[in-house]
């Protein structure tokens, strides 16, 4: 916890003089921009949190924010509900939609998600508008304001729109430092990867959405209260889901001060070329955005935050001299020793079988990749597979690790068939997978590299880390443990993703007792 | 009673048709950049409301309307729209498109694809809002003498049905249609064509084979917007248009040209025509406002259902 409280410093901070900056200005339309920065500040993160961690773009999340806000209007007008309660509500709503959205589109990948996503708001505009919600105006309370959080004062609804606001911030934040963001950051560099180390890609995946949603329709709920009318046009619209991916774009995605910077930036900027220009031009706040972000993405594609970050990190990286690769070299050597000696182990082919495959056979049309294989593998064995171009090893790795199911045959693993499980499933079972073309996690150091693994076992953080650095340590990387895997040579590369596979296997054994593990390698 | 059933029934199913191949045309549009491409255009709506105003202006200011006759004008400034909006994605893509496109691309999945979907986003913005600007949101049309009158069909079955032709819609539909003959033939039999179509298949492969990827790009980034606009051009001799119509008919497009399986020309128009009867047909059971609820929710069906499309194939690599 106190960890957390240091991290969150510099936003308690600037969440300070932000509330100072709010205290002064009396204006009503400058205090309405100050609590509005907020907003979409809150709704940028949310949208952060699915898209900007998993990589999977969702163009869709006026959905969320559209319903919290209906949710907000139609309770109050009809249920004479304070805000106080229907705000939380909302939240609720909004991830329950989340969940029912993700189920069916995480099926999709890429274009065919982005544009799924796309459909929900605008289907849920035309439902609106039919349904004869054109224009919801929340009823004014004089006798009781304070409980229908219609404050006198519009400085309050900064202050609130701060305290919501950094929440969301200490969730993001929360998610970030768990194996909860290690498991997102994971999918967004590489699905298949990711699904090989044991994460179970759909479950984090629905987690995310939930949570995101339900960020969104709280945020969507607040919007209501704060402009006390709602239209379709205005919660549901395509300006509203491109105003979340406009701010974190802008700022940078995947770190919680993107979405911050982004409308602290352009929120203003926007609201006040609205003010000035609006009569003679008016839609001049959507050109803005939308130069906004042709000019980010042509100049710097990964957002301010990240630019600005990255070459800070070149100049304090350029000051201290990198450590000598010389001693990295050594523990390679070192390490080439071990796995020597290993190998000249002797054999017992009496120990107890962990894995035999019977009749394996896959084909792709008319060709037979893999026919009638079969063999056992018993403890302490190490079994290599070899054969020419083309003789269909890799497909039976992928058929032993459950990326492609077999035609006939079965996969026994201490005596289960493991036949149709998918890959996590069976990772989590102690099978292992290194890949023939590398599949590292290119953004992240090897120690987290190594982690996302560890995960997969480990029922602590604290222990997860242990796992990966016991990993990193007995293949030999400690020297660039703190590398990202991007900057690292074939070699260094292929002992990481061994030290991954090792990762969760180590864990399989001291909680299993099941002796040596093993990994595959294709 | 019945014979009203099924006289309402063929007239939904005629303005289906109708419809539907002007979807058709303006879902090739997109389906051609996509093909191609690989590229998400959402600003492909854009172009739409783009051709749309190109061809309203063209018809009363550009003479079109004193030269030609308010029965054939319309269509010769809607034909001319196309030329004009050929020329505006053919730039649109030189200046913004190709930083983010292209051989450097071709081969990448995931991220390099979410700065295309972006970076469209925002030349729709800059478009819808631009157009705000520029034009204002009066809904405009563009006016043919040939739209309040209509063929007769029938009387049929005892004197008791008659369907009901709009000749305007009529005729935009016989445009369309005549027009993605031609496209096909020009994607068919020309060397340009070949180009293209190379350049989809496998764009390192066309690389070696001499073939510019970067301008069969552009080529098609051009052609696509031009077929749209024309498309749109079309459209816009029934239905009133304003600046923020290109997002309506964006889904519309997409739902097409997933529908004909993205990455197929003839299956894109038939996509756009399936969507135009569902549109249609729809309205014998749903009110009106649901038109286009009712085209989003057909369009998640397609996705979940068959992503693939009609004319599509699943390509799946590890």
Not at chain 1, 495 to 515: K, P, S, V
Not at chain 2, 239 to 261: E, K, N, R, S, T
Request: aromatic share 10%; hydrophobic share 55%; net charge positive.
């Amino acid at each position: 916890m106190p960890m957390l409280l240091r991290a969150l410093a510099p936003t308690l901070i600037a969440a300070a003089v932000y509330a100072c900056l709010a205290l002064f200005v009396t204006n009503s339309y400058y205090q309405l921009t100050l609590t509005l920065v907020l907003v979409w500040a809150g709704f940028g993160l949310s949208w952060n949190l699915l898209s900007g961690y998993t990589g999977l773009v969702s163009f869709g999340h006026a959905a969320f924010f559209g319903l919290g806000a209906y949710t907000t209007a139609l309770g109050q007008i009809y249920f004479d509900i304070t805000p106080w309660l229907l705000i939380p509500a909302a939240a609720i709503v909004g991830g329950v939609a989340g969940l029912l959205v993700g189920f069916p589109t995480f099926r999709l990948r890429g274009h065919y998600f982005a544009l799924a996503m796309l459909a929900y708001p605008l289907a849920l505009l035309y439902v609106f508008e039919w349904l004869g919600y054109q224009e919801l105006t929340l009823p004014i309370k004089r006798d009781n304001p304070f409980a229908y959080m219609q404050f006198s004062d519009p400085r309050v609804y900064t202050l609130v729109a701060l305290v919501m606001l950094l929440g969301i911030v200490a969730i993001t934040r929360a998610v970030e430092r768990s194996r909860f963001g290690m498991a997102l950051v994971a999918i967004k560099q590489n699905e298949a990867a990711a699904e090989a180390a044991g994460i179970d890609t759909l479950a984090w995946k629905l987690r995310s959405i939930a949570l995101s949603g339900a960020i969104a329709g709280a945020i969507g709920a607040f919007y209501a209260v704060v402009l006390l009318v709602v239209t379709p046009q205005s919660v549901f619209g395509m300006l509203v889901s491109a105003q979340a991916l406009t701010v974190s774009m802008f700022g940078g995605v995947g770190s919680v001060w993107g979405p911050l910077i982004g409308a602290a930036v352009l929120i203003p900027v926007a609201e006040v070329l609205n003010a000035e220009l609006s009569a003679r031009l008016p839609g001049i706040q959507g050109v803005i955005f939308g130069v906004a972000i042709i000019t980010v993405i042509l100049v710097a594609p990964e957002g301010v935050f990240w630019k600005v970050r990255d070459r800070w990190m070149k100049r304090r990286a350029g000051a201290v001299p990198a450590p000598a690769a010389a001693s990295s070299q050594h523990h390679v050597i070192a390490f080439a020793a071990a796995q020597a000696k290993s190998t000249v182990r002797p054999e017992r082919r009496d120990g107890k079988v962990l894995l035999s495959v019977k009749g394996l056979s896959k084909s792709f049309g008319g060709l037979k990749a893999v026919q009638n294989v079969g063999f056992e593998i018993h403890e302490g064995m190490i079994l290599g597979i070899i054969g020419p171009n083309g003789a269909g090893k890799t497909t039976l790795f992928n058929l032993l690790n459950g990326f492609s199911l077999p035609n006939t045959g079965e996969v026994l693993l201490d005596g289960e068939n493991m036949v149709g499980r998918k890959p996590h499933e069976l990772c989590q079972a102690g099978v292992g997978r290194t890949f023939q073309v590398m599949r590292p996690f290119t953004r992240m150091s090897v120690r987290d590299n190594v982690r996302v693994g560890a995960y997969v076992r480990a029922a602590s953080e604290d222990e997860a880390r242990g796992l990966a650095n016991d990993a990193v340590e007995r293949v030999g990387l400690v020297a660039a443990a703190d590398k990202v895997a991007a900057e690292l040579t074939t070699k260094e590369l292929r002992l990481m993703e061994f030290a991954r596979a090792r990762g969760q296997a180590a864990a399989f054994a001291t909680r299993r007792d099941a002796g040596r593990p093993w990994s595959w390698r294709s | 009673m019945t014979s009203q059933v099924v006289e309402n029934v063929l007239q939904a199913l005629m303005a289906g048709l109708l419809a539907g191949a002007i979807y058709g045309l303006m879902c090739v549009g997109l389906g051609l950049i996509f093909g191609v491409m690989r590229v998400i255009n959402f600003a492909q709506g854009d172009f739409m409301m783009l051709g749309m105003y190109a061809g309203y202006y063209l018809f009363l200011s550009a003479g079109i309307q004193t030269t030609f006759g308010s029965v054939i004008g319309p269509y010769v400034a809607i034909l001319l729209s196309g030329p004009l909006l050929f020329l505006f994605g053919f730039w649109i893509h030189k200046l913004l498109i190709s930083r983010v496109t292209g051989r450097r691309t071709a081969q990448l999945d995931g991220e390099g694809h979410f700065a295309q979907l972006i970076l469209t986003l925002g030349v729709a913005l800059v478009l819808q809002n631009g157009g705000l600007i520029v034009f204002g949101s009066v809904l405009a049309s563009i006016r043919t003498p040939l739209s309040s009158s209509a063929w007769e069909v029938g009387p049929l079955w005892n004197d008791l049905i008659s369907v009901f032709i709009n000749k305007a819609r009529g005729i935009a539909a016989i445009i369309s249609i005549a027009a993605m003959v031609g496209l096909t033939a020009l994607i068919t039999r020309t060397r340009m064509g070949k180009a293209l179509r190379a350049a989809a298949d496998n764009p390192v492969a066309a690389t070696y084979m001499g073939i510019d990827i970067d301008k069969s790009h552009r080529l098609a980034f051009g052609l696509g917007a031009a077929v749209t606009a024309v498309a749109g051009g079309l459209l816009a001799t029934n239905y009133p248009f304003h600046p923020y119509i290109g997002i309506d008919y964006v889904i519309v497009m997409y739902a097409g040209v997933v529908l004909g399986g993205m990455g197929s020309i003839t299956g894109a128009f038939w996509g756009g025509m399936t969507i135009g009867l569902v549109q249609q047909l729809s309205t014998l059971v749903l009110p009106t406002q649901l038109q286009n609820a009712a085209i989003f929710v057909v369009f998640l069906l397609i996705i979940f259902l068959r992503p693939q499309g009609f004319f599509g194939h699943v390509v799946e690599r590890t």
